[in-house]
């Protein structure tokens, strides 16, 4: 299990003592893993629940420590991939899967779904979903869930305590010691929201920031080279937004890896380094077809989302050869059309958990749905408050090809022991900083690294004597 926390943490190769069990032939279910953190995985011992909510087996008190190593009744790295890749009941399919009825209705709905009113399609989308917007599932838990980040918290911290140690040296999560990150992103739907791109980047210029606009390549509107260049030309950037945004992207395998073929080209065309699927519709299996630096496809927890789910984590992480962004952030149309909320509440919320994990806001506001005063009003609210964050200096604000860019440096970075001293070593080293978990009144912290442009990535190897007990 060394490879698990190295990947996440990346901390010295030292830390690895985590058993798994042999085999574990019991039908995989949830299971809690400590106070507050679920699970979903084959069980050695002990018996997992079906549902979520019947879980009542603590995986934590069930781990043993002995001969340095602590063993573990469950296989680790197979309970996080089941969280990041919605290996777990209750994840829904997308459109095209499941019974005939419902995928009739779905291919009526995004036939006419252009041609509907929100105050219409909001409605027709409940009938679709068959689902009520009164009640969200309790997995993963709304507004936010960090489940994948406490969990690997609570192995770092029992590979500790088996080795002895109380302090454990690691490349922080971001560059120039950063806290957390935000981005923004805005999903271009139809010509009029299309037409609002340029009020909507002054409205991002005037908070500070600077946004990718996800773009539909074919039949939704025309989509001239002037208009992308004059969206490059200010600085914000361009991804692929599915093909045709008709809800049938992963209706059939033979159609996506043909659809796959044209969004690469449209990527290939336009210097596109990521995607985004349409109503973040999802079949992780097939991703591997689509060749992007990163994926912006899932969302941390779907809650009112036509296809259930989500990954977890507020962290980024890698789907196959792409970095995946997750959406952290309640999209404006969940928000507005579907909950009829106009505050900025539940996003402050979401700010404040991955803000307290350490892991990335990633916000999808769509210019289609901002342009009536109301939603545009909620829009800039949100803006004050992000000025205010940036302002403050510990949110690191960035596009998402900057993320994708910095995730992919520190997944190849390395922490070495040199004589008296940790040095990062590896493309980007200069903006890594070294940061340490350390074990305080039996609960694991972090001790963040200062916010300086001219730390140097190197650290003492006796302060506060790290993998040392």
Not at 20 to 36: D, I, L
Not at 139 to 165: C, H, K, N, Y
Not at 375 to 393: K, N, S, V
Request: net charge neutral.
């Amino acid at each position: 299990m060394t490879r698990l926390l190295q990947e996440h943490f990346r901390c010295s190769d030292e830390i690895g003592s985590l058993q798994p069990p042999e085999q574990a032939q019991a039908p995989a279910g949830f299971f809690h893993f400590g106070p507050g953190t679920t699970l979903f995985a084959h069980l050695a011992s002990g018996a997992a629940a079906a549902r979520f909510e019947d879980a009542q087996m603590d995986a934590f008190n069930a781990a043993e420590i002995a001969n340095g190593r602590c063993h573990l009744p469950f296989d680790p790295s197979e309970a996080i991939a089941n969280l990041l890749f919605e290996r777990y009941p209750g994840v829904g399919h997308p459109p095209g899967v499941g019974s005939v009825w419902k995928r009739a209705a779905a291919q009526a709905y995004y036939t006419l779904r252009p041609m509907l009113p929100v105050g219409v399609r909001k409605h027709l989308q409940r009938s679709v979903v068959g689902r009520s917007h009164q009640a969200a599932p309790s997995f993963p838990s709304w507004p936010i869930d960090t489940t994948v980040e406490r969990a690997l918290d609570t192995l770092l911290l029992l590979a500790m305590r088996a080795q002895g140690l109380k302090r454990v040296p690691f490349i922080w999560f971001w560059p120039d010691g950063y806290s957390s990150a935000v981005t923004m992103t805005h999903d271009v739907e139809t010509a009029a929201g299309r037409d609002f791109t340029p009020t909507l980047m002054d409205l991002d210029e005037r908070y500070g920031m600077k946004a990718s606009f996800q773009i539909i390549p074919e039949h939704r509107y025309d989509v001239a080279e002037v208009w992308l260049a004059s969206i490059r030309d200010r600085g914000f950037e361009i991804n692929v937004h599915d093909l045709n945004h008709d809800g049938r992207l992963f209706s059939r395998r033979d159609e996506f890896l043909r659809r796959a073929e044209r969004i690469n080209a449209y990527g290939r065309q336009w210097g596109a380094q990521g995607f985004r699927s349409a109503v973040l519709y999802r079949n992780l299996n097939w991703f591997g077809a689509l060749r992007f630096d990163y994926d912006m496809s899932l969302p941390n927890g779907a809650h009112f989302h036509p296809q259930a789910g989500g990954c977890c984590a507020v962290r980024p992480y890698f789907l196959g050869d792409m970095v995946e962004i997750p959406g952290t952030a309640a999209q404006d149309y969940i928000l507005f059309h579907i909950l009829g909320d106009y505050s900025t509440r539940i996003w402050e919320q979401q700010l404040a958990a991955t803000a307290a994990a350490h892991g990335v806001m990633c916000f999808s506001i769509h210019p289609d749905y901002i342009i009536e005063k109301r939603a545009r009003d909620a829009f800039q609210r949100l803006g004050e408050i992000l000025a205010a964050e940036h302002h403050q200096g510990e949110r690191w604000f960035a596009l998402p090809r900057e993320i994708s860019r910095w995730w992919r440096q520190r997944n190849a970075m390395s922490l070495r022991r040199e004589g008296a001293q940790w040095r990062i070593q590896g493309e980007g080293a200069e903006r890594a900083r070294i940061a340490f978990a350390e074990i305080h009144e039996d609960q694991l912290r972090y001790i963040a690294p200062a916010q300086t442009a001219t730390q140097t990535p190197t650290v003492k190897a006796n302060q506060g004597s790290p993998l040392c007990p």
